[in-house]
């Protein structure tokens, strides 16, 4: 429908703006249009100084989360947000994905989680997108069942103590869901739990 | 083909009705958007956080950008979902087109827009869904385009069948196509739904449902418009986007 001005603005909103679309599930069958070749290789070809970061998506139950999306966006290691096209780059040919050129940065990341509820990004550590802040790469969280996608944020465990002063609020046990466990170096595990026992800080942008 | 396991013990359509018509009483923390926490549509149950999410008031330049698409990202017949394969799909073709806005009503171009679809009989190219109703080898079901300077997107497609589901007894999803879009902000990324105007199926389904405001609800309706439909090859559907975000989605310079 076309839309028409919103007449009864949720709170906050000037009067005037129109309504947005609601949000509706992604479903259980998005996997043979949304994810695509390479969509989990954020870093470029050949780039020395990459990191992996990778995880599970939970339920309430603690079970895995085989059907569920995750999307990576972030600066590049110099804090620059301009993230290049490409991500999806389409063969000539045979219409075909055929995934980033590994030159240029796209700063975007999408996997589907896998039969265990896993998934993988290869990358870079951003760098601060603003003088003094604390980098992070921005998670978005899709799943059949999940009627609205969620939004968290993985922060690298060196960069802890800046974590807590940026959430002086936050009692510790939910600040650790945003922080990455380092495993070895250069692989870094965070989890996802969407209910329940170490449930994972999830933002509303205001 | 396999015949389905009947569902045994499951709720029943009246069982769903009653949660569906108890939801309506309470309303979503946020009117536009469904509550992640609805029972109807049982599969939420266990994925919804039982925390509040943390306000962030003032985003951070992250939030603030997202990732961009071009030329490179999409080819040029991928918004016809009807070509691509060695014939030509079964089903009613149909040509579907809209707008992406922000709230302040600006066309959003560049835009890359992602569908995809169950085919004409209901049925999706993916293994998981296992409902005895024909594959069709000449139809996958997913496309893409970007929005041009006025902000629109264009498919042809073909129109999807109902299928069942197994949230109850007789869960039907009324005929629909899934969306992708993006917007300048990652707080703008959408998901939603697109429906068919004038559908039988809903007043029974959760997943629409879920929207309990009818005024929002309507908004994932698209319209029929004789006018795009084109002579002895198409009907034509129009459906507008609106991307939501954070205020400072809208005035930040960039
Ligand atoms: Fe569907």
Not at chain 1, 7 to 17: C, I, L, M, Q
Not at chain 1, 74 to 84: E, I, K, P, Y
Not at chain 2, 82 to 96: C, F, M, V, Y
């Amino acid at each position: 429908m076309t839309p028409q001005p919103d007449p009864h603005p949720p709170g906050g909103h000037a009067p005037g703006w129109l309504p947005p679309t609601p949000a509706q599930t992604v479903g259980p069958f998005f996997g043979y249009a949304l994810p695509f070749t390479g969509g989990g290789h954020i870093a470029g070809h050949g780039d020395p100084d990459t990191i992996t970061v990778h995880g599970r998506v939970f339920d309430g139950a603690s079970g895995p989360v085989p059907d569920a999306l995750v999307e990576i966006w972030q600066a590049d290691r110099d804090g620059c947000l301009a993230g290049a096209p490409g991500s999806l780059r389409h063969d000539q040919v045979t219409s075909e994905v055929v995934g980033r050129d590994g030159t240029a940065f796209t700063g975007f990341g999408r996997v589907p989680t896998d039969a265990d509820g896993h998934w993988a990004v290869r990358t870079v550590a951003p760098g601060p997108h603003r003088p003094g802040a604390t980098p992070y790469l921005a998670v978005a969280v899709f799943a059949r069942g999940l009627l609205r996608h969620l939004y968290t944020r993985v922060y690298l465990p060196e960069r802890a103590d800046h974590v807590r002063a940026d959430f002086p609020d936050l009692p510790a046990e939910r600040l650790d869901t945003l922080l990455a466990v380092r495993e070895r170096a250069g692989l870094y595990r965070f989890d996802i739990r969407l209910q329940g026992e170490r449930e994972t800080v999830f933002f509303d942008f205001c | 083909m396999r015949p389905p396991t009947p569902l045994t013990g499951e709720p029943t359509q009246r069982d769903i009705d009653a949660a569906m018509a108890e939801a309506d009483r309470r309303p979503p923390p946020d009117p536009d958007h469904p509550d992640r926490d609805y029972p109807p549509y049982r599969s939420s149950a266990l994925r919804h956080p039982k925390q509040a999410p943390l306000p962030v008031v003032d985003p951070e330049a992250v939030e603030l950008t997202g990732p961009v698409f071009g030329v490179t990202d999409v080819s040029a017949l991928d918004n016809d979902l009807t070509l691509g394969q060695t014939g030509e799909p079964a089903g009613q073709r149909i040509t579907i087109t809209g707008r992406v806005l922000d709230r302040t009503g600006r066309p959003l171009a560049g835009q890359l827009v992602e569908i995809w679809q169950a085919n004409a009989a209901g049925r999706y190219a993916h293994d998981l869904d296992q409902h005895p109703a024909p594959l069709d080898p000449n139809f996958t079901g997913s496309g893409r385009c970007l929005t041009d300077s006025d902000g629109e997107y264009n498919f042809t497609t073909i129109r999807p069948g109902a299928y069942p589901w197994r949230n109850h007894l007789n869960a039907w999803r009324p005929a629909h196509i899934h969306f992708s879009l993006f917007g300048t902000a990652f707080t703008q990324r959408m998901v939603t739904q697109m429906y068919f105007p004038g559908d039988p199926l809903f007043p029974y389904d959760p997943v629409l449902r879920s929207v309990t405001d009818q005024s929002a609800r309507d908004r994932l309706v698209a319209v029929y418009d004789h006018d795009l439909s084109l002579p002895e090859w198409t009907l034509g559907y129009r459906w507008d986007i609106v991307l939501g975000g954070p205020a400072r989605t809208l005035f930040e310079d960039r």
